[in-house]
């Protein structure tokens, strides 16, 4: 029986087809936040928009699980004379996917229509004809014959631009959509928050449902709410790449499969302990596990839990994912359910003042 139900999957339409790019994630923060709220005991935000709830407040010994909530986009960089628009990125946009795309321009009186537009295949012939995508070259129509007029529609530099692309089912079997990269893991925790309600899951410590801003651009918002809680452990989930898909190879970006459940990452920011708890909590529970290794950091919010406040046993639960930072970005049905079960049955295995130190004095 799928733990998903119409009603959250209802939430993640809403939450998916919402902007929600790095800087600017307050409304999808709310959206995210009336969902939790019937499952929490008490909820804040930071001055920078990280939200959180808190079950079971109170308790000396506190629990994180965490995704993050920006998805990347643009910036308004360069309105020329003759009204096109140049960019630049917030956060990791691939400039590759951004000709012939339509974006919504954000403007303080609402939102603009644009398109990324690009010169036809008759027009480019010799040298022409190896004109490929970049940031220097590629720029936005919104149909306008003057700077004037672009600025006369609320444009201006600084104003930030999404993909207008929304979700969508593929197969019965795919969620896709944009900023599956991550709040595809903010849909998960917050399954978890509604799963401990409805079961009525009693933890022996403060659990905090974290979702964070700001990642796309260094992690900034996990950062700072880790200061915040200062938790003694802390559950982090986000994507990983499907390696099984054309032009992606897998003996070098690891063996990872869509379908196959969960990835969790071996790295040096990575608690060991809590990563075997973890295994450990897939193997009892039968819940489908892969593995992978990241050489030096996760790159992921693990990284800024793991090294803040002393050093926090971090550990990473990732979402195997197609055609990461793109427009269709695809996830397995399964391996959200998964997710959002490992997560679950991992913190019914965490006790009150869980000792993950490596080594114990005697």
């Not at 795919?174 to 009525?200: M, P, S, T």
Request: aromatic share 8%.
């Amino acid at each position: 029986m799928s733990i998903i139900t119409p009603s959250s999957e209802d939430f993640l339409k809403r939450y998916l087809n919402n902007a929600s790019p790095t800087g600017f994630e307050s409304p999808g923060q709310e959206i995210w936040l009336d969902y939790i709220k019937p499952y929490i005991d008490d909820w804040d935000v930071d001055h920078y928009g990280t939200a959180y709830g808190i079950i079971n407040p109170g308790k000396d010994y506190k629990v994180v699980i965490e995704g993050h909530a920006d998805e990347i986009s643009w910036f308004v960089h360069y309105i020329a004379d003759n009204g096109f628009i140049n960019v630049i990125r917030n956060g990791g946009s691939d400039h590759m996917i951004a000709p012939s795309k339509r974006v919504n321009i954000h403007t303080k009186n609402g939102v603009v229509k644009g398109i990324f537009g690009w010169p036809a295949i008759h027009t480019r012939h010799g040298e022409e004809a190896k004109l490929t995508p970049k940031v220097e070259n590629i720029f936005i129509d919104v149909g306008a014959a003057s700077k004037e007029e672009v600025l006369e529609m609320g444009i201006h530099v600084g104003c930030v631009i999404t993909y207008e692309d929304e979700m969508i089912v593929l197969n019965d079997r795919y969620y896709v959509g944009r900023a599956l990269d991550n709040r595809i893991g903010g849909f998960c925790i917050a399954e978890v928050a509604r799963l401990i309600h409805e079961e009525k899951t009693e933890l022996p410590f403060t659990l905090y449902v974290v979702n964070s801003v700001q990642e796309e651009v260094g992690l900034r918002g996990a950062e700072m709410i880790a200061n915040t809680i200062q938790p003694n452990v802390a559950i982090v989930t986000d994507v990983t790449h499907d390696t099984h898909t054309p032009l992606v190879n897998a003996k070098k970006l690891g063996d990872i499969k869509s379908g196959n459940g969960p990835s969790v990452t071996y790295a040096p920011s990575v608690h060991n302990k809590l990563l075997q708890l973890i295994i450990d909590t897939a193997e009892s529970k039968e819940i489908p596990l892969q593995r992978e290794a990241s050489s030096r950091r996760t790159s992921t919010d693990t990284d800024a839990f793991a090294y803040s406040n002393g050093g926090v046993p971090s550990a990473l639960i990732s979402l195997p994912l197609r055609y990461m930072h793109t427009t269709v970005e695809m996830a397995h049905k399964e391996d959200v359910e998964n997710v959002i079960k490992l997560i679950y049955e991992s913190l019914k295995s965490i006790e009150y003042q869980h000792n993950f130190k490596y080594i114990m004095k005697k």
